[in-house]
């Protein structure tokens, strides 16, 4: 055998290996039902994930709504994207600006009642797929919102529905309660190297 013929084998060999792990993991995640994910973390990347999965769920045909609890000062490309071109996408846009922006707690505590009301109808209705709750996660950290009334509603949404929430931090409550839980680590940003946020990039 030549030592090209040597590598080959190793390499199959290698893969079966894997290919029957792999499998058996599949084999052993046999639970169907709607997922819970948070998408926390410093780095860039979470916002625009679930996006990505809003876009998976539009391709099956699947019924999404989105709830936005904090509002770029303008729309960012998804946001315009649904807005123009996917009417079938429920779309609400918390009133309010960045809180360092409004510097308003009590106005700011109304708007997140508000979208919360909206996402409780997401949260409810069995004919939703997927609900996203972008940046939710810092009106439990302000406490705009009551932590246990949130994390309620995201355990008794129906069976199988899935929701992601995104935002940094967010409280280990609910870490615990959600399925999945994926942490965006910030090695390095151009921003902070001076190169200012790019449309269709970073909005
Ligand atoms: P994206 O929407 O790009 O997925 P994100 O949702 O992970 O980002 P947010 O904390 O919601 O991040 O920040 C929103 C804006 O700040 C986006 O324009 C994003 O590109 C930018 N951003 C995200 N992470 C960082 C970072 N570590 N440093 C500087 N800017 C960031
Ligand atoms: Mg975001």
Known sequence: MTEEQSKNERHKKAMEKQKA???ARIAA???ERGVAIVLTGNGKGKS??????VMRAL???HKVGVIQFIKGEQLSGEELYIKNH???VYLYQMGTGFTW????RSGDIREAEKAWLEAEKLLTDDTVDLV???ELTYMI???YLEENKVLEAIKNRPREQSVVVTGRGGGSALQDLVDTVAEVKDVKHAFKSGIKARKGVDY
């Open 21 to 23: 792990k792999v499998d």
């Open 29 to 31: 995640a046999d639970s």
């Open 48 to 53: 625009s994930s679930a996006f990505g999965m």
């Open 59 to 61: 391709g099956y045909g």
């Open 86 to 88: 996917c009417p079938q």
């Open 101 to 104: 922006n409004t510097q308003d």
């Open 132 to 134: 996203v709750l972008d």
């Open 141 to 143: 950290a302000y406490k």
